[in-house]
């Protein structure tokens, strides 16, 4: 298969058109089949993007070509999920979703110390990764009450970065209040799941998150099929 002259092909993609799809093998040996899905931007946004890359090549004594500033008009997908699992519209919503699971490998390391080894003795490493997996855990099992807590009464969304360093932060009075009582212990991780939803939240802003972008995926979706049962009916 001929490689793919993406700027010249979506030159000729119909203006209306706003997503598409095509084929695609990647590799240069070992080809894998794969799909191409290409979202049409906003024409602000557009316009942003070229404007900063005029202004970026322009310091550096150049200029953009013109395949360049036709591809910024795009959002590009590859994935080789099948089609049948998730549709051509589905890939671009499912997208923001990896920022997340990136996040949670970030807070790991970044905020738990996963990787932070102390020792190069077997039986002191083994302790210390077994420590740090009890750690995670207590932490995603404190996580979604959190989360839905905070949400309900503060329509505001629980940062898993703010969440795993606020706890952190606790280290050494949760491991106190572990050898002191069940008692201590309950009362202790409430105190500290009400001050999350003070400290952890997410900042808010404009745009929709990732969470608001799915949840209307969800209504809409929702919606469609109770639509179609009453007409159906």
């Known amino acids: 298969m001929d490689p793919v002259k993406l700027a010249a092909v979506l030159l000729t993609v119909a203006l209306d058109l706003l997503l598409l799809e095509q084929a695609i093998f990647i590799g240069a040996t070992e080809r894998v089949a794969s799909r191409l899905i290409a979202v049409r931007m906003p024409e602000a946004i557009v316009n942003a993007r070229r404007r ?15 395949a360049h500033l036709t591809l910024l008009a795009w959002n590009l997908f590859i994935t080789n999920v099948p089609p049948t699992i998730w549709t051509t519209a589905t890939v671009p919503k499912v997208y923001p979703i990896r920022w997340q699971i990136e996040l949670i490998f970030k807070s790991w390391k970044s905020y738990l110390h996963l990787a932070a080894l102390t020792t190069t003795k077997e039986d002191s490493t083994l302790c210390y990764l077994y420590g740090r ?3 995670i855990l207590f932490n995603y099992a404190l996580c979604p009450q959190t989360r839905a807590t ?10 898993l970065l703010k969440f795993a360093r606020h706890f952190q932060a606790l280290a050494a009075s949760w491991l106190q209040a572990i050898f002191q009582s069940a008692f201590e212990l309950y009362h202790f ?24 972008v799915l949840q209307e995926g ?16």
Do not use: Y
Not at 150 to 159: F, G, I, T
Not at 192 to 197: G, L, S
């Open 133 to 135: 997996m009890l750690r």
């Open 52 to 66: 900063i890359a005029r202004k970026n090549a322009k310091k550096k004594g150049d200029t953009p070509s013109q």
């Open 218 to 233: 969800i209504r809409l979706a929702l919606e469609a099929g109770a639509f179609a049962a009453v007409v159906n009916a």
């Open 189 to 212: 991780l409430q105190r500290a799941c009400t001050t999350a939803e003070r400290l952890a939240a997410k900042a808010l802003r404009k745009r929709r998150t990732t969470a608001q």
């Open 150 to 159: 905070l949400w309900l009464q503060h329509q505001r969304e629980l940062s």
